[in-house]
Nanobody, 124 residues
Framework: QVQLVESGGGLVQAGGSLRLSCAASGRSSFAMGWFRQAPGKEREFVASISWNGGSTYYTDSVKGRFTISRDNAKNTVYLQMNSLRPEDTAGYYC???????????????????WGQGTQVTVSS
């Protein structure tokens, strides 16, 4: 069993930055991913990272602006978001699946475990 708790969301002006955190408890030596969902839109993949941090994947719209990282000693995954845009406004969720690699998380799959989400709002 894995429990995931996100934090770090908030309201920020366009061009600003936020860092999201996802604290994991239980078994957590898995690849981790961040997803987001805006009102009226489908959930989309944002970024993923392998269990040892050696591989990362990003959706095209955040490449060069967002960075995913992890600290396994703290069982925490981070999403550093810079140069935020109004279109980044969404609920952000971390997720994991014992059977999924970071690459698999970047595909159109549904991970088994999800956090409750944290809201990011970017004003123009």
């Amino acid at each position: 069993q894995v429990q995931l708790v996100e934090s770090g969301g908030g309201l920020v002006q366009a061009g600003g930055s936020l860092r999201l955190s996802c604290a994991a408890s239980g078994r957590s030596s898995f690849a981790m991913g961040w997803f987001r969902q805006a009102p009226g839109k489908e959930r989309e993949f944002v970024a993923s990272i392998s269990w040892n941090g050696g591989s990362t994947y990003y959706t095209d719209s955040v490449k060069g602006r967002f960075t995913i990282s992890r600290d396994n000693a703290k069982n925490t995954v981070y999403l550093q978001m810079n140069s935020l845009r109004p279109e980044d406004t969404a609920g952000y969720y971390c997720a994991t699946d014992p059977w999924a690699s970071a690459r698999a998380l970047s595909t159109n799959m549904t991970p088994q475990y999800w956090g409750q989400g944290t809201q990011v709002t970017v004003s123009s």
